[in-house]
């Protein structure tokens, strides 16, 4: 019995396969394929970029370069970084600026800068993730590099949905 090397390779903004779907006896729309370098690649910094969806719950692709708006959520978010360096600052919200409705889905954009305690900030890198808990104010910063994060959400007004630019339709 001869035993089969395998090589893990990681991917990054600057190097990447991005992959497809092999169908064996079936049709390749069946099927949906995406990469999130891919996806940021061709994305403005911080767009969230739907690229899996199970109901309301989504993964965003953002490309990290400079600094993101503020945003707040009426529900925990929880952001990997795939590639690169990213600080996550925090800022615990007065009632004033946080979202009204408990139940709304997805970040929205905080007017102005937000007002509350500062809670700190986190420094991440691939593979790290960080917790952006509801009614905080979370900014991205990538001091270097662009970078890749994915955020783990649920669908609101600022997805962006490009499912036939990503998915791989033949």
């Keep these: 019995m001869t035993a089969t090397a395998y090589q893990t390779r990681f991917g990054s903004l600057k190097s990447y396969d991005k992959g ?7 049709d390749v729309k069946h099927y949906a394929m995406s990469n999130c370098f ?7 910094p911080y767009e969230k970029v739907v690229f899996g969806q199970n109901q309301i719950y989504v993964l965003e692709t953002l490309r990290a370069e ?4 503020w945003y707040t959520c ?8 795939m590639d690169g360096e990213v600080e996550v600052h925090l800022v615990k919200l007065d009632a004033s600026q946080t979202v ?10 905080v007017k102005g800068e937000p007002k509350g305690q500062k809670m700190g900030w ?6 790290h993730q960080g917790l952006l808990p509801k009614n905080t104010a979370y900014q991205f910063r990538a001091p270097g590099e662009p970078g890749v994060i994915v955020l783990q959400t649920c669908k609101g ?3 962006i ?9 033949h």
């Design 20 to 26: 497809h779907v092999e169908p064996i006896a079936d």
């Design 38 to 44: 891919d996806i940021a690649s061709k994305s403005k």
């Design 66 to 69: 400079g600094s993101s708006p």
């Design 74 to 81: 009426a529900h925990d978010e929880f952001a990997l970084v």
């Design 100 to 109: 009204g409705d408990e139940n709304k889905n997805g970040a929205v954009l």
């Design 122 to 127: 986190m420094k991440l890198t691939r593979g």
């Design 157 to 159: 007004d600022l997805s």
């Design 161 to 169: 949905e490009r499912w036939a630019d990503i998915c791989q339709t």
